[in-house]
């Protein structure tokens, strides 16, 4: 069955799955973003291969969401895959069921200060990336399988119609705040551990958490970016340069970055979920 890391984009996803990766697949806890690629994205193109003809007609990847799921777990292993997608039910197509799901932890992150990072990220103005947030999207590659072999359609919704999908059942759900991450990441992934070890036989020891959280920290998730080591990055849609990934981190302060508009519409169209989460 699949435990699932999920988030809106640029929520700290990432940055989770290398903390995790690192757990599960390391012996002394020194991460690499070889590691991370054995936490896989999912929808991904290499699980529809089978069920879906034309990889940018969302209507045949919605209609086979559980059918991957279900050959994915014909093996009875359990696995963590990360997702963008949001927990919805489109025409009776659910994008899971209890049969495929075991658990969850969902990454959620103040979307005032998602702005700057959709915003680099989209290469988007700031207006753009609070619209962004605001109206349902779709995102994800719609090239052909010979085009592109990795990337695929996922229905965002708006962000707190993402947060609520994923948090609605709050059944073998760990919710992870991106500001706790960054305040405390270690009493963060504390957390992350104990609720792992409810699922998987995890073998760990404070040297190895230590070490964990050195080489997953943000700043040297950033300059093993900047050495060419990370592989996800985006493109800059004006001039093809690489996008960088790790933007802004804990620098990444919303009063000194957006709008008072901007600020504005985010907080009339998100309110019960900012406060909810203690964000206003």
Do not use: R
């Given at each position: 069955m699949i435990i699932w890391l999920a988030s809106y984009p640029k929520s700290g996803n990432t940055w989770v799955r290398s903390m995790v990766s690192s757990l599960l697949y390391s012996n002394d806890g020194n991460f690499n973003f070889e590691l991370m690629l054995k936490v896989s994205q999912f929808p991904e193109k290499k699980y529809f291969k089978d069920f879906v003809n034309d990889f940018?007609?969302?209507?045949?990847?919605?209609?086979?969401?559980?059918?991957?799921?279900d050959k994915i777990n014909?093996?009875?292993?359990?696995?963590?895959?990360?997702?963008?997608?949001?927990?919805?039910?489109?025409?009776?197509?659910?994008?899971?069921?209890?049969?495929?799901?075991?658990a969850t932890i969902y990454i959620v992150r103040d979307p005032r200060t998602l702005i700057t990072s959709i915003?680099?990220?989209?290469?988007?103005?700031?207006?753009?990336?609070?619209?962004?947030?605001?109206?349902?999207?779709?995102?994800?590659?719609?090239?052909?399988?010979?085009?592109?072999?990795?990337?695929?359609?996922?229905?965002l919704g708006k962000w707190s119609d993402h947060y609520r999908s994923w948090t609605r059942n709050k059944n073998n759900l760990l919710l992870i705040k991106y500001e706790d991450l960054i305040q405390n990441p270690e009493n963060e992934f504390k957390k992350i551990i104990y609720f792992l070890k409810k699922y998987l036989d995890i073998k760990t020891d404070d040297s190895k958490n230590k070490k964990i959280l050195e080489t997953t920290s943000f700043e040297n998730l950033k300059k093993m970016e900047q050495k060419g080591l990370f592989k996800e990055n985006v493109l800059n849609k004006k001039?093809?340069?690489?996008?960088?990934?790790?933007h802004?981190?804990?620098?990444?302060?919303?009063?000194?970055?957006?709008?008072?508009?901007?600020?504005?519409?985010?907080?009339?169209?998100?309110?019960?979920?900012m406060r909810e989460l203690k964000y206003l």
């Open positions: 940018g007609n969302f209507n045949e990847i919605k209609e086979s969401w559980i059918l991957a799921q014909l093996d009875n292993q359990i696995k963590i895959l990360k997702t963008h997608q949001g927990k919805y039910t489109v025409d009776k197509n659910s994008f899971t069921n209890n049969q495929n799901t075991l915003s680099n990220h989209y290469t988007l103005s700031i207006d753009g990336a609070c619209d962004f947030l605001t109206t349902p999207q779709i995102i994800g590659n719609t090239k052909k399988w010979e085009d592109k072999e990795t990337g695929m359609q996922c229905l001039d093809d340069s690489k996008v960088n990934f790790f802004l981190g804990p620098a990444n302060n919303w009063k000194n970055n957006i709008n008072e508009n901007a600020k504005n519409k985010i907080e009339k169209n998100f309110y019960d979920e």
